[in-house]
């Protein structure tokens, strides 16, 4: 038994993507299109077949919700007086195949998203992006985890109406951002 702690350094990209809808509308817009995971139809399958089954049914567009806080509402009597709302959405099918690598890369799965009103009244989604938190690990079978979920992230913020950062689309997810 190994009994040495690791320490890793990774680097990490916040993508801050504005939407075109009222804060409002897009929360329940990206609800719409990230449905809440049904765990309790999930806890009663009896293969892994039928929870991959489930989850293309349960998460259409890729992604499903895990989580869901409205932060105001947990702020409240402060004086942060932001709209936000935060979301761990992703698919548990995916992570498993980075889980099978490396336990710890269950770490970025699912994703945290926050849907908020800037200063402005903008609606904006931030969330990191997956593949360089993946490629961290060293291993290119995680690696393709983190880049299946940029791709994926990149089909919701086009579904979401955002403009998709260059960082998302196909060969961009490497620290250098240099093509594959």
């Known amino acids: 038994m190994t009994t040495e702690s690791t320490f890793i350094d990774h680097p990490a990209r916040r993508l801050v993507v ?3 809808r009222p804060y409002d509308a897009a929360c329940e817009h990206f609800e719409t299109l990230v449905p809440e995971a049904d765990l309790h139809r999930f ?38 007086l932001w709209k936000a709302t935060q979301y761990l959405m992703g698919d548990h099918t995916i992570a498993e195949r980075a889980f099978r690598e490396d336990a710890p890369a269950v770490l970025h799965t699912p994703l945290p998203a926050l849907i908020h009103a800037d200063r402005d009244g903008d609606t904006k989604l931030a969330v990191d992006q997956p593949s360089l938190l993946f490629d961290s690990y060293g291993d290119p079978q995680i690696a393709e985890v983190g880049r ?33």
């Open 148 to 180: 299946e979920l940029d791709a994926r992230l990149a089909q919701l913020i086009a579904l979401l109406g955002g403009d998709v950062p260059p960082q998302l689309r196909a060969g961009q997810g490497t620290r250098t951002g240099a093509p594959r």
């Open 18 to 20: 504005t939407l075109p």
């Open 43 to 80: 806890y009663q399958l009896g293969s892994w077949q039928a929870t991959l089954e489930l989850a293309e049914i349960n998460g259409p567009h890729g992604f499903m919700r895990y989580y869901r806080s409205d932060v105001c509402a947990l702020m409240a009597g402060s004086q942060s």
